[in-house]
């Protein structure tokens, strides 16, 4: 009897499975879903606060799976609140929705075939950054912690942002909108999570990296002003073209010259360079743009501060002027190093050791960083390159030939739910 009654109960734990495995056989049946919905997005990209069809379709999904659903955030961002069974902390789990100006060149049979106007221009629009598979990723984690809700400590909020590659111009959106509309609060979020697929690695693997991972963004404008002259009698005025080339080549040694590269590299571009309308006039002014890339706070203040400095120095010793204006765009992509070094174990958990790695920066940046900035937050990249090409063969993303190989997105949906869980399970 009692060989019995022990025998019942023992198997009455094995056909338990862990929250573990619930959330993995869970995951493993939305693939098909994840894939069909990824397509489904992709044939219909839409650009930057523009992304309507994709709205609904993600504010339909969510309310029947039983989610809060609020619309209309940050223009067209959809926030999803999943309230577990048991009381905890707010993990909040980001997708980025918007595709680009691009005419896509993929062959597959959902290919886009979309085309709108841009800035005046007739364009193409691709998702050529992977958005629709993060969109989509999305979705399944949403189906999946929502068949485990009574078990989850705590609550999950979803963040369909749009607009990460920008909002049209004169209008605000993105990461940092949704922020400055709440999305972060009521609950309040403890900690933020994202991924990004990418051609760069392969399926079936996680890259991160502790601090900074994805640069700061910031642009500058610096008009140089001399005075007027005769091209042959120089003397006669102030030449801001040969001042405007010495703060070119002064401002590259900002980074190679003035700052610790060991500790994190810079990159300061001079993109454009206008002045003068003719061979033989000295002109009055010369205007310079470019863009400013850094991956350590400190370091971009820094930075700013030497660019000003140089710029108006060397103009000072000509006897000319220099005006620089500094615009801040997106902040460092900071993984908050205390999350990162606690949630890390999950991703190898999930991937595989071997094939989840602490990988290099790079000098691209990524609105995720405006929630960074509110809470703690962790961003990792997803591989969906086809294991058979190498990096190098692979088209990059934003390219019209990006190809994103779906195998790689069960993987974003299991590191998703996992982190989500982990996190609000842990003490
Ligand atoms: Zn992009
Ligand atoms: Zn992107």
Known sequence: MLAIALGVLMSTAAATPSLEQ????????????????????????????????????????????????KENVAHTGVVGLLRGGK???????RADMDALPVTEQVDVPFASKVRTTYNGQEVGVM???????????LLGVAEVLSGIREQIPGTVKFLFQPAEEGAPAGEEGGA??????????????????GLHVTSRFAVGEIEYRPEGMMAAVDSFKIVVKGKQTHGAYPWLGVDPIVVASQIVLGLQTIPSRQ???TVAPSIVTV?????GVRNNIIPDQVEMIGTIRSLDAKMRDDLHARIKRTAESIASSAGATAEVAI???????????????????????VGGAKNVHVVNAVLGAEDF?????????????VGTRPPDQTPEQAPSNHSPLFYVDERGLLLGVRALAHVAVDFLSAR
């Not at 960083?369 to 990249?381: A, D, E, K, R, T």
Request: with cysteine; hydrophobic share 40%; net charge neutral.
């Open 22 to 69: 619930r959330i993995d056989d869970a995951a493993a049946r939305v693939e098909s879903k994840v894939i069909a919905c990824r397509r489904d997005i992709h044939e219909h990209p839409e650009l930057g606060n523009r992304e309507v069809r994709t709205t609904k379709l993600v504010a339909d999904r969510l309310r029947a799976l039983g989610i809060e659903v």
């Open 87 to 93: 009381p905890g902390r707010v993990v909040a789990l």
């Open 127 to 137: 998702h050529a950054c992977g958005h629709d598979a993060h969109v989509a990723i």
């Open 176 to 193: 940092e909108l949704m922020v400055k509309e709440g999305a972060l609060e009521n609950p309040k979020v403890d900690a933020v999570f």
């Open 259 to 261: 700052l610790d590269s």
């Open 271 to 275: 993109g454009a360079i206008h002045g």
């Open 327 to 349: 615009t801040s765009g997106y902040p460092i992509t900071y993984n908050d190093p205390a999350l990162t070094e606690k949630m890390a174990p999950t991703l190898r958990r």
């Open 369 to 381: 960083s405006f929630y960074q900035q509110n809470v703690p937050g962790l961003f990792f990249w």
